[in-house]
């Protein structure tokens, strides 16, 4: 009994151990990311070197039947540039790390790509602040001064956000974060500042979830996502997406 009394202890204190060492290695995991991108890359590392390939990806993130007409800008150096003309009021493009909440590890990752297309709505009153904060990141300034200069933008020159205002990020080509690769297929919706209570965003069984983007973030917006069963090239989404 003695004997038995021993193994059991031993399993026990084994068991014990592996959990403590499965998350210090989860814990340490985290901290390298972390520490994998603790500043801005080079200019180069964010950019595109094929244009096609930037236009092909902005287009993904929605159906051709909405991304066919839409303008299509990529960034250069400066900021967005509009590589195609639109004729239908959506604008589609890829946009790059730093729109990630301002806490967020990967705010920096210069891997990150997010094919996304806006409405005509969100056109006028949300993608100002993609151009807004990539002119500031551009620019070389740290996260503090480029919360600053939004909110100096959000009160003298940001539109109020209009009703309607939604994008697509429907694209297999995406690379979100180096977690959630391409995600799920989602629809987005922005309203003012609101409860997510409102849109029973986050309760259970519910389809609509808060993005973390605006949350804390100095725009006055808040941002819904919602999964979608296909991703824009008609190809079924992973199971549970829906």
Not at 106 to 121: H, L, Q, S, V
Not at 142 to 158: R, T, V
Request: aromatic share 10%.
């Amino acid at each position: 009994m003695k004997i038995a009394r021993n193994i059991m202890k031993a399993i026990i204190f084994a068991t014990l151990l592996v959990t403590v060492l499965e998350s210090a290695s989860l814990e340490a995991r985290f901290q390298e990311t972390a520490a994998s991108y603790p500043k801005m890359a080079s200019i180069d590392q964010y950019l595109i070197a094929d244009r096609n390939a930037e236009i092909a990806m902005a287009r993904s993130s929605a159906p051709p039947s909405i991304s066919t007409g839409a303008e299509v800008m990529v960034l250069g150096r400066r900021g967005y540039e509009i590589a195609v003309k639109g004729k239908n009021g959506f604008v589609c493009l890829v946009e790059r790390s730093w729109m990630s909440p301002f806490d967020f590890p990967e705010f920096w990752n210069p891997k990150m790509r997010g094919p996304i297309c806006f409405n005509p709505a969100a056109v006028r009153s949300i993608l100002p602040l993609t151009f807004k904060r990539t002119e500031l990141v551009l620019a070389g300034l740290s996260k503090a001064q480029i919360i600053e200069g939004i909110k100096a933008f959000d009160a003298k020159e940001l539109p109020p956000v209009e009703p309607g205002a939604m994008c697509y990020m429907m694209s297999t080509q995406g690379y979100l974060n180096d977690s959630a690769g391409h995600w799920v297929p989602h629809l987005m919706f922005y309203v003012p500042l609101t409860d997510p209570k409102s849109w029973g965003a986050g309760l259970p069984g519910s389809p609509v979830m808060l993005n973390p983007q605006f949350k804390g973030a100095p725009e006055p917006i808040t941002e819904f996502m919602i999964p979608v069963a296909t991703w824009s090239d008609g190809t079924a989404a992973p199971k549970g997406a829906q």
